[in-house]
């Protein structure tokens, strides 16, 4: 099993910055996948970026340029840095990471969700 656990989010004007964070323990062989999700209000839940266990990157059009995701492979970390934040990236952001189980085959694993508020 494995647990996330998140951190970060919370209130900001528009134009302005926060950080993400969430940090994955438990049993598991090795992370794959470490991503960042998100869901506002009557909108489906959409990827916001994803990172590899070898460093490769995915991020949302919307957010290029803005956000930059990073992580720790010895810390089992995931950060999400959110600049020049504007009011469409208010939702809940949620952390998704892709666990190799020790007898094999893998799991999607999600945190709790944290709320990201941008003000105009």
């Known amino acids: 099993q494995v647990q996330l656990v998140e951190s970060g989010g919370g209130l900001v004007q528009a134009g302005g910055s926060l950080s993400l964070s969430c940090a994955a323990s438990?049993?598991?062989?090795?992370?794959?996948?470490m991503g960042w999700y998100r869901q506002a209000p009557g909108k489906q839940r959409e990827l916001v970026a994803a990172v590899t266990s070898n460093g490769n990157t995915n991020y949302a059009d919307s957010v290029k340029g803005r956000f930059t995701i990073s992580r720790d492979n010895a810390k089992n970390t995931v950060w999400l840095q959110m600049n020049s934040l504007k009011t469409e990236d208010t939702a809940v952001y949620y952390c998704k990471v892709v666990a190799t189980h020790w007898y094999g085959g893998s799991s999607d694993y999600w945190g709790q969700g944290t709320q990201v508020t941008v003000s105009s």
């Open positions: 438990g049993t598991m062989f090795s992370i794959n996948h």
